[in-house]
């Protein structure tokens, strides 16, 4: 029997009950991969998607070629976008808690990928995010109490009671209203920058995407299409290790890395340290600016770990051990940059409490506007009226007819 | 008047569209240097060049996922499957993002896109070039869909499309491409020149998307029908002699509710013919409009004649294909009933 074939099922490392390991996890010294030029041949940076590109060492210091992106300045306040993402998560996981909503999603230890993401974009750039991007539209100032509005489905919510919690659209703010559907967006980002090459403008299209949605076929569309017309289109692969409560070697089987994907297509590869904020900073800005000069896409895998539960419906403890998300060997991402800014003489244990806490009264204030307006428990919510419209941008016949049906 | 064959009458309100607005670009498999395999596309490349019309990777998905993007940016995409057939791996950015995108982002990002589509059979193309799949789409809110049956609404529906601020499903009859088949298959097939619906005029012109049209008017029996069934529904109710009025309904969805009920009023009898599948086809959404609105003029019960519930087979396709004669039964049935 023994000599017949069998069925190869990846596993992780370890399982509930077990202890952390991530021995397997190679993680190159910060500062030691090299930054090529923006135009360089993609042949020459292979080995670029199979390391790991980092600006923090241990001690807190930003080192190597890829540092240097950010003026303290503009560091402290990545730091404090970082800490009011996580302020705003921590409300509003409660607030689902409560019963003020149907669902939530944090990016906790994710925080650093979309806020130092959206600073390397200019006005007029396109995110074609996933559901855990909300840094994306904090780090560009998006009203506070809006968001929640939409989380709420009251009356104010911007999107009328119609998308699930944190499923946002901004146009305004750079942000492209979010399916729910996995990788149909990753596409639907190329050839946002596909049109935007046409028109011979300057704006650019980010796409996202997550580990487990790698193995979905718009992964491979959009990856296809990116490198046949070369859009001016970053391609962001958010590897937080879990897809709810399938490990990341599911999807990728034996390929070494996700960013190693695009290898294949001649797409120029990175792989990035996503808790390391000047790491995120400087490799953005790298593909931003490839780009921008029409120079084609860039892929990058950005490594994190998913340190909460996928979401409110999710409980990671019957698949993962309790004790992984402090063994992770990348640390998180907001300890690691008060470090760096402490280490600089910019910021000090005393001013981070005291931003803690600012921080906290400000989202409590945006909660607490936010909730004048209605929740989903209470209400007031949008009017069924309403539900019939937009379906079309002129509502049809038959629709009115069921309206009137409707009694509304 | 210049005379078109349906594909030339299409390839021009391309034309017409693309000199008009910069932001209509056209793409798909084989649609840019060669024109499309049934020629749809044929000199748009040559004339507006390369990033207005362009060739496609073979990925459905990718075209309309990138479709759906240029849509969001702004632009006017116009794309083509090859065949109705192959737009299934499609099919989830089409229902789940083109359609929706207007009503889950509340008018933030809208999709004015157009998927154009060969659909039907009796090219001998069995079962993955003959499909009528139009039902799946009618049955998605958010979508309109549209089934010319001649050059003249082909041209001025496709411009409408391009036109529309909305995901058009655009079913190209491919059997009617080069001219009105009646089902008589063993017949030479009248080209469009002869037809007074081959005649299209120049420019700009559109057909409204929503509006049937009655093809032949009579007293008897009100036929619902669209594509190539409205040419073979006219040719059976000759073969039987029969007073029919034939009603191509032009755009399935939204739908010319108002025709429809006019019409079965007066003549209190319907026969519904689709080339698609019958079960859950969309002659089952007629049938039931048609029973809400004239159930109390209704002097027979409402007859469907469509593909039996078979894959396209090929050595029997004008056995599968519903013909004159089993029309023309349907309608004597019907006065019957």
Redesign the interface.
């Known amino acids: 029997m023994g000599s017949g074939l069998s069925l190869h099922v990846p596993e992780p490392e370890v399982r509930p009950g077990g202890a952390p390991d991530f021995s397997g996890v190679k993680i190159a010294r910060a500062g030691t991969v090299r930054r090529p030029p923006v135009d360089v041949d993609p042949s020459e940076i292979r080995d670029l998607a199979f390391s790991i590109i980092r600006v923090l060492n241990r001690n807190g210091e930003a080192v190597g070629e890829w540092a240097g992106t950010l003026t303290d300045e503009e560091t402290l306040a990545g730091l404090k976008t970082m800490m009011r993402v996580r302020a705003f998560d921590r409300r509003m996981l409660m607030a689902q808690r409560q019963g003020k909503t149907s669902f939530y999603m944090q990016c906790l230890g994710e925080e650093a990928i979309a806020c130092a993401f959206r600073k390397a974009l200019e006005p007029g750039d396109?995110n074609?995010p996933t559901y855990r991007q909300q840094g994306l539209l904090i780090a560009d100032d998006y009203p506070l109490v809006d968001m929640m509005c939409q989380i709420y489905s009251n009356r104010r919510d911007?999107?009328?009671g119609?998308?699930l919690p944190i499923?946002y659209?901004?146009?305004s703010h750079g942000f492209?209203?979010i399916?729910g559907?996995l990788a149909?967006q990753f596409?639907?980002?190329?050839?946002?920058?596909?049109?935007?090459?046409?028109?011979g403008g300057k704006d650019i299209?980010a796409a996202w995407i997550g580990d487990g949605s790698t193995a979905e076929?718009?992964f491979?569309?959009?990856m296809?299409?990116a490198s046949?017309y070369k859009a001016p289109v970053v391609l962001n692969i958010v590897n937080n290790q879990w897809a709810i409560s399938t490990f990341q070697g599911i999807a990728k089987g034996g390929s070494g890395t996700f960013a190693a994907r695009g290898l294949g297509f001649g797409i120029p590869s990175l792989r990035v340290d996503g808790n390391d904020y000047l790491a995120v900073h400087a490799a953005a800005k790298w593909a931003v600016e490839r780009a921008r000069r029409n120079l084609g896409p860039t892929l990058i895998e950005w490594v994190t770990y998913r340190a909460a539960a996928h979401s409110t419906s999710d409980d990671p403890s019957a698949y993962r051990p309790k004790e992984e998300t402090d063994a992770w060997p990348l640390g998180d991402p907001v300890k690691r940059l008060k470090n760096h800014l402490i280490l600089r003489g910019a910021w000090s244990e005393e001013r981070h409490v005291q931003a803690e806490a600012e921080i906290d009264a400000e989202i409590l204030a945006a909660q607490k506007e936010a909730e004048s307006h209605g929740t989903l428990h209470t209400g007031p919510k949008p009017s069924v009226r309403d539900m019939f419209e937009?379906?079309?941008?002129e509502m049809?016949?038959?629709l009115r007819?069921q309206r009137q049906e409707a009694g509304v | 008047m210049p005379r078109m064959t349906m594909i030339e009458a299409i390839r021009d309100a391309h034309g017409v569209k693309m000199a008009e607005d910069d932001n209509v670009v056209v793409f798909g498999e084989d649609v840019g240097y060669f024109g499309g395999v049934f020629r749809c596309t044929a000199g748009l490349q040559e004339r507006f060049g390369k990033s207005r019309c362009f060739d496609a990777p073979i990925n459905e998905s990718g075209i309309v996922g990138t479709a759906i993007g240029m849509a969001a940016f702004g632009l006017r995409p116009v794309v083509e499957m090859q065949f109705a057939d192959y737009v299934y791996p499609a099919y989830d950015q089409i229902v789940s993002e083109a359609a929706r995108l207007r009503y889950r982002s509340a008018g933030d990002f809208t999709c004015p896109l157009v998927v154009r589509m060969p659909t039907g059979g009796g090219i001998f193309g069995g079962q993955t070039h003959s499909q009528s799949p139009e039902a799946l789409f009618t049955h998605v809110s958010g979508l309109k869909t549209v089934v010319p049956s001649n050059p003249y609404d082909a041209k001025g529906l496709l411009i409408a499309a391009i036109e529309d601020n909305d995901p058009v499903i655009f079913l190209e009859p491919k059997r009617l491409y080069n001219g009105p088949f009646d089902g008589d298959h063993d017949k030479p097939v009248t080209p469009w020149s002869k037809h007074p619906l081959g005649e299209v005029p120049d420019g700009r012109y559109i057909v409204p998307l929503g509006k049937g049209a009655i093809r032949r008017e009579g007293a008897a029996l009100t036929v619902l029908a669209y594509g190539t069934m409205v040419h073979v529904a006219e040719a059976a109710a000759e073969m039987v002699g029969i007073d029919a009025e034939i009603v191509d309904l032009r755009t399935l969805m939204p739908l010319d509710l108002d025709l429809i009920e006019a019409s079965v009023k007066k003549t209190g009898r319907c026969l519904v013919v689709h080339e698609a599948t019958l079960t859950s086809g969309f002659g089952a959404e007629l049938v039931a409009v048609v029973a809400d609105a004239c159930f109390y003029h209704l002097e027979a019960p409402i007859v469907r004649v469509a593909g039996w519930d078979t894959p396209y087979p090929h050595a029997q396709e004008w056995d599968y294909f519903p013909g004159q004669a089993r029309i023309g039964g349907a309608m004597k049935r019907v006065m019957e009933g």
């Open positions: 396109m074609f911007p999107l009328k119609r998308q499923m659209s901004s146009k492209f209203s399916s559907n149909t596409v639907q980002g190329v050839g946002w920058a596909m049109a935007s090459a046409i028109k299209a076929s718009d491979h569309a959009g296809v299409f046949t937009g379906v079309y941008e049809p016949p038959h007819r």
